[in-house]
């Protein structure tokens, strides 16, 4: 992750928006599937996402075969992909992110808001 933010802003001159990394890894993924397969007909290129396991800014990107309950779906476990889970706080005033999951990164505790 710090990698691709210092590799962004020396290329861009800023950080990129919040779901940059996401979406930077939505579009690689799909690239690297299409390539494999030599297409982007998207009947070739689904079950290469179903084999494929790809190194990323959040951990090991594999999706959930057509034949799971899960069809689809990232698989999102320790191991795999398990990003940080930010929450805004109150703090001095102001509001502040905090890292409410995953060990070692946990700042603080999730905070249930007044309207849940």
């Known amino acids: 992750t710090e990698l691709f933010l210092t590799d962004f802003d020396a290329?861009?001159?800023r950080l990129p928006t919040y779901t940059g990394g996401t979406a930077y890894e939505a579009i690689d993924v799909w690239s690297q599937a299409a390539n494999?397969?030599?297409t982007l007909n998207e009947d070739d290129v689904i079950p290469q996402l179903e084999q494929q396991s790809v190194d990323s800014v959040f951990g090991t990107i594999e999706f959930y075969p057509e034949s799971s309950d899960e069809v689809h779906n990232l698989v999102?476990?320790?191991g795999k992909t398990w990003d940080l889970m930010l929450q805004w706080q109150e703090a001095d005033g102001g509001g502040e992110q905090v890292s409410?999951?995953?060990?070692?990164y946990t700042e603080g505790e999730f905070q249930?808001?007044?309207?849940?």
């Open 11 to 13: 290329e861009y001159g």
């Open 36 to 38: 494999k397969v030599g």
């Open 112 to 116: 249930t808001p007044d309207w849940i």
């Open 76 to 78: 999102y476990e320790e």
């Open 100 to 104: 409410v999951f995953y060990e070692p």
